[in-house]
Every structure is written in C-alpha cells, then in structure tokens.
C-alpha cells in the first residue's frame, strides 16, 4: 500500500478533531505553566490548511510538506509556528528527489525533528513537544531497522508517544515559558507534548484504518 497526499484531507480533518476535542484539557495545561494559548494557536494554524486541504491533496509529499511548513509558520507565528514550520520545511527539503517509503520517510522524519532541536535549541528533557517527537522518531528508525511492517510500527508507535507526553510531567521546563517557572514547572504536563500525542495517534488512526480498508 502507498500512503499519498490524497490522505492528507482526511489526515487534517482527523487532527483537527482530535484537538477540538481536546482543547480544554490542553488549554488548562498551557494555562499552568504557559500563557494559555497553545490551543488557539494551533488551531489557527489546522484551519489555515483546511482551506488548503484540496490544493495540498494533489501534490507529491516534498511539494506538500514545504507548503504546509510555509502555512504553519506564516498562521501560528510565535515561538511553536517556527517550530512546526521548521519540521515540515525540513521534511521536505529531506524528501526532495527521492521516493517516500517507509524506510526513506523513517529518515526524513529523523532529519525533521533534528531541525526542530536545532531551532528551539533543545534537546530531549527538557519538557517540550520533542520529548515526544524524538522517542517517535527514534522508535520508527529502530524499527524500520529490524524490519518491523507498517501495521506493527503504526500498532506500537502510540504508546511511545504517550510514553514520552507523559515523561514531560515530572521534567523542569528549561525552554520556552514553562522555564520562567523553574521547580514549579514540575508536576504538569508540557501542552505541546501533548498535542504532538494526540496528533501523531491520529494521524496513526487514519493510516491505520487505511491498512484496513486495502487488506
Ligand atoms: P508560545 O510558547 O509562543 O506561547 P505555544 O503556546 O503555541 O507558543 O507553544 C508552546 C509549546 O511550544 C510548549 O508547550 C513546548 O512544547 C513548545 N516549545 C516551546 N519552546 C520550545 C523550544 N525551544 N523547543 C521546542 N519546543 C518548544
Ligand atoms: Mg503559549
């Protein structure tokens, strides 16, 4: 099966919900130890590409990645739009030229999240979004190396996900807003680990009932 950007109306329209959905839990958590507007924010960003749901569908992955990067970052704006616009602009420039396959995009994926390290200066720890972006991507290229299957991996990939949100509970934030709090940052969970959770499981979803529906 090939995954396309065909999916990518149902991949955005799944995202969206899921963070409707969960908006209030997550805007209590950016409210604890942010300024409470990570939700807004992001969604700013999710109706942004609704509107470009269709213009994206028909394009290859490289030529949408960079359209969604260029998106984000000009919608969000502040410090997580450069963040997200930074992943989706490095995934593309990673794909560029080559086919999108598991083994290859298990790479990309890699390269995307290393982009985000380097533009947010962080590293895993220190209680943001890439204590989930980085086991996930870690765990995809460990298991693409043993030769695990699509089904398998996108079987396993949640739980590393809601591993690593919930590892940010007991870190001290040392980026972003969260760092003003020092010790009291302890004891809540980082919002945009969360919503990188609760957007890679639905993404996860999708791809997984795609898997279903070609069987
Ligand atoms: P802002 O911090 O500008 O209010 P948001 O509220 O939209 O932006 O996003 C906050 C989230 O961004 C945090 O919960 C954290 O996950 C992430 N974040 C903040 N700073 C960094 C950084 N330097 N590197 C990686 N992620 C970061
Ligand atoms: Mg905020």
Request: hydrophobic share 50%; glycine share 10%.
């Amino acid at each position: 099966m090939t995954i396309s950007p065909a999916l990518l109306p149902q991949l955005i329209g799944a995202i969206v919900d899921v963070i409707e959905n969960n908006a209030h839990e997550v805007t209590a958590l950016d409210q604890a130890i942010g300024d409470g507007d990570h939700v807004i924010n992001l969604q700013r960003g999710l109706q942004a590409l609704m509107g470009e749901r269709e213009a994206l569908s028909q394009l290859d992955w490289p030529a949408a990645w960079q359209k969604i990067g260029m998106t984000l970052m000009s919608s969000i704006g502040g410090a997580s739009g450069s963040l997200y616009g930074t992943l989706f602009i490095a995934l593309s420039k990673a794909g560029k030229g080559q086919a999108i396959t598991l083994q290859s995009f298990a790479d990309i994926f890699s390269l995307g999240v290393d982009a985000v390290k380097l533009r947010g200066k962080a590293e895993a720890g220190e209680k943001t979004m890439l204590d989930v972006y980085i086991p996930v991507a870690d765990y995809l290229r460990a298991a693409v190396a043993e030769g695990a299957a699509l089904p398998a991996i996108l079987a396993a990939i949640p739980q590393v996900a809601i591993v690593g949100m919930e590892s940010t509970r007991d870190m001290i934030a040392t980026k972003g807003r969260a760092s003003f709090l020092e010790e009291r940052s302890r004891g809540h969970i980082d919002a945009g680990a969360k919503t990188g959770q609760l957007m890679i499981c639905a993404i996860v979803d999708v791809l997984l009932a795609q898997l279903d529906g070609t069987d």
